[in-house]
């Protein structure tokens, strides 16, 4: 339904001031570096990624606020931008309903008319009609219901909290039906409980009217929780898109591995392949793996989830399936409500696991760790690879 071709954006054009090579910092460089993407109809879409990676320019081009150095961009069959043909549909023709991170209502308007905004200035075209002011009261009263501020009406703008505000932007995207709204860290004002809620809402509202979404942010939870794809970005480039499973099980690279969150990515290399399975040489010992792409020979980072782990005391009998197993000690634990994160000495390394709160054993306790081969990732580290630091989060309000 959007199709993304080879787009590129330099703000610093080459030779200017602050152009450098890949790799020394987000802040130089092209901000899109030949960027395609394919969004479906009705899909909710987001663009993840480090703080400086692109993905305000890439949605900003998209909505045709921003004008690309090269590439084509087409919604549904119609060009909206192309390098090759100079075709530049502007922003208002465009249509998008579009939410930002500053929600921006009009303070001096009340509710109903923040969101009959939009179709009051609408220039009627082709496919938009010129609506009756009883047409335009429905379509109003429809986005306030959606968003579930439908008694809202005739309140001041001004006196919603920061959740209904967001809302209320929401329902300002929505209600002249755009093919597709774009949104830019619309949650991150938020603190983290209103955040999580309204994670939900926007979901909801998604899948019920079927609107096709841009979203983007820098949260890896937020993006696995809402998306149908996450496509993630790094430094104006693409690194992966998939399902959130995908993206969480089988990164396909150590900065999305990274970014997404995983502690446990031991250095290896592929010694031994039978079929799909294959044993990895690391500084804990050999690892077996159910399914293994990559040649004998490859450097690896091993992925094993901290949830994945089974914890047990070290004296207890093994239950004598074939997992991998490592022996180690306790030497750090953080409650945290529904479950607890152990730190466990193995050898030199450090590995991060999660017990469930009545089965957590204490620090100092020495404990067997072990793990199924179906568990066990592994992710093909390139050469010169960069170390990529996770944003923080932001504190919450
Ligand atoms: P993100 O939204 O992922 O944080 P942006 O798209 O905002 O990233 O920025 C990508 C890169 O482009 C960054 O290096 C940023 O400094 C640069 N950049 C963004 N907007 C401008 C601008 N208007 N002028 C110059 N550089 C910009
Ligand atoms: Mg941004």
């Given at each position: 339904m959007l199709s993304i071709a080879k787009v590129t954006k330099n703000y610093t054009p080459r030779g200017g001031r602050g152009v450098k090579r890949r790799g020394q910092g987000p802040a130089t460089g092209p901000a899109l570096r030949g960027i395609d993407l394919e969004v479906g109809r009705g899909q909710f879409?987001?663009?993840?990624?480090?703080?400086?990676?692109?993905?305000?320019?890439?949605?900003?081009?998209?909505?045709?606020?921003?004008?690309?150095?090269?590439?084509?961009?087409?919604?549904?069959?119609?060009?909206?931008?192309?390098?090759?043909?100079?075709?530049?549909?502007?922003?208002?023709?465009?249509?998008?309903?579009?939410?930002?991170?500053?929600?921006?209502?009009?303070?001096?308007?009340?509710?109903?008319?923040?969101?009959?905004?939009?179709?009051?200035?609408?220039?009627?075209?082709?496919?938009?009609?010129?609506?009756?002011?009883?047409?335009?009261?429905?379509?109003?009263?429809?986005?306030?219901?959606?968003?579930?501020?439908?008694?809202?009406?005739?309140?001041?703008?001004?006196?919603?909290?920061?959740?209904?505000?967001?809302?209320l932007a929401v329902a300002r995207a929505l209600v002249t039906r755009p093919p597709l709204v774009l949104l830019d860290e619309p949650l991150s004002n938020l603190d983290a409980r209103l955040r999580e809620s309204m994670r939900f809402e926007l979901k909801r509202l998604q899948r019920e009217t079927g609107v096709t979404m841009v979203y983007v942010t820098h949260d890896q939870a937020e993006a696995l929780a809402l998306s149908d794809v996450v496509t993630v970005m790094s430094a104006g480039s693409i690194e992966q898109s998939g399902s959130p499973q995908e993206i969480y099980d089988q990164p396909s690279s150590l900065f999305v591995a990274e970014f997404v969150g995983a502690p446990n990515l031991l250095p290896g290399v592929v010694e031994h392949t039978a079929g799909d399975a294959a044993r990895v040489a690391s500084e804990a010992g050999s690892i077996a793996v159910d399914r293994c792409r990559l040649e004998q020979g490859a450097r690896v980072r091993v992925l094993m989830?901290?949830?994945?782990?089974?914890?047990?005391?070290?004296?207890?009998?093994?239950?004598?399936?074939?997992?991998?197993?490592?022996?180690?000690?306790?030497?750090?634990?953080?409650?945290?409500?529904?479950?607890?994160?152990?730190?466990?000495?193995?050898?030199?390394?450090?590995?991060?696991?999660?017990?469930?709160?009545?089965?957590?054993?204490?620090?100092?306790?020495?404990?067997?760790?072990?793990?199924?081969?179906?568990?066990?990732?592994?992710?093909p580290e390139a050469e010169g690879e960069r170390r990529t630091e996770r944003q923080p989060e932001p504190a919450a309000a």
């Open positions: 879409h987001t663009l993840l990624g480090p703080s400086g990676c692109g993905k305000t320019t890439l949605l900003r081009s998209i909505a045709g606020l921003e004008r690309p150095d090269s590439g084509t961009i087409t919604l549904a069959g119609t060009t909206m931008f192309s390098s090759a043909t100079g075709i530049d549909v502007s922003p208002d023709r465009r249509g998008f309903g579009m939410v930002f991170q500053s929600y921006a209502i009009w303070p001096h308007m009340d509710v109903f008319k923040n969101v009959a905004f939009p179709l009051a200035v609408r220039r009627p075209g082709r496919t938009t009609p010129k609506l009756s002011r009883a047409e335009q009261r429905e379509r109003v009263e429809e986005a306030l219901a959606a968003v579930g501020l439908a008694d809202y009406a005739g309140r001041p703008a001004t006196n919603l909290s920061g959740g209904q505000q967001q809302r989830r901290p949830e994945d782990f089974t914890v047990t005391p070290a004296d207890a009998a093994p239950d004598g399936a074939d997992h991998n197993t490592f022996e180690g000690v306790i030497t750090a634990t953080a409650f945290e409500g529904e479950r607890v994160r152990q730190k466990v000495q193995v050898g030199d390394l450090t590995v991060e696991c999660h017990a469930e709160r009545h089965q957590a054993l204490s620090e100092g306790t020495s404990v067997r760790l072990t793990i199924p081969p179906a568990q066990v990732r592994l992710v």
